[in-house]
């Protein structure tokens, strides 16, 4: 029988090999098959992957044009908490670009924050987005307020439903996966501390001017998936919360 240590090294490399890291998409996906693979044959849960006393928490950060809607940004608290990492933006920088997402926490957790926040359900709203404008009969002026309220009743479907997991991955964690949740609340916090950033939380409204549009976002988003690396028998546990 292989080493353990050996075997969740070995996962942890396919967990990193992402589109982030330089890999193509059907590389990424496969690797992410190899590892649920590996996982299930050797009975390796998420919580074998998560963070030890040794170890520490990561800080990367992530930059794309092409979300015009805000959809990450929107979806970035509940993916943070599904996922047990910090995303934030920071305005730091003046120059910094303001769709930039900040990552902190470990580094399969980012990386898999990564892959259904940048790659998966960015791509899922578009999809459901462009499918519901090929039947939208609003004139041009209006479609703006359409787009804008289909997208907030996705991504808060999508958040709710998160939600609704991490609660649910709260009530079956064992004694084990407490203690393992609260080293990496500590060590994502001691990661701030070390950069000096400071996460304050921003709220603001926004109008609700048509509700077919919103309701039929939310609909979309009862269909989303949560990706490959959360199916399968680890999935419950793979979900983590904030220490």
Not at 163 to 174: D, P
Request: aromatic share 6%.
């Amino acid at each position: 029988m292989r080493d353990r240590e050996a075997l969740l090294k070995i996962v942890r490399s396919l967990l990193e090999k992402t589109t982030a890291n330089g890999c193509t998409e059907a590389e990424m996906l496969s690797a992410l098959d190899q590892a649920q693979a590996m996982m299930d044959a050797y009975s390796i849960t998420a919580e074998d992957l998560q963070l030890t006393k040794e170890e520490g928490a990561i800080f990367r950060s992530e930059s794309d044009p092409s979300d015009p809607h805000g959809i990450k940004w929107r979806l970035s608290n509940a993916v943070g908490a599904f996922c047990g990492v910090e995303i934030f933006k920071t305005t730091r920088n003046h120059k910094t670009d303001p769709r930039t997402l900040m990552f902190v926490g470990g580094r399969a957790d980012c990386d898999l924050a990564e892959f259904l926040l940048c790659d998966h359900l960015l791509e899922f709203v578009h999809a459901e987005l462009y499918k519901h404008l090929l039947g939208c009969l609003a004139p041009r002026n209006e479609r703006r307020t359409v787009i804008r309220n289909f997208v907030m009743g996705c991504t808060g479907r999508i958040s709710e439903r998160m939600a609704e997991l991490v609660k649910r991955s709260a009530e079956a964690r064992t004694s084990n996966g407490r203690e393992l949740i609260v080293i990496q609340g500590q060590a994502i916090t001691a990661k701030l501390k070390e950069l000096d950033i400071k996460i304050r939380t921003c709220s603001g409204s926004e109008g609700l001017y048509d509700q077919a549009a919103y309701d039929a976002g939310a609909r979309a988003g009862e269909k989303a998936t949560f990706g490959r690396p959360l199916e399968g028998n680890a999935g419950v546990l793979r979900l983590g919360g904030r220490g």
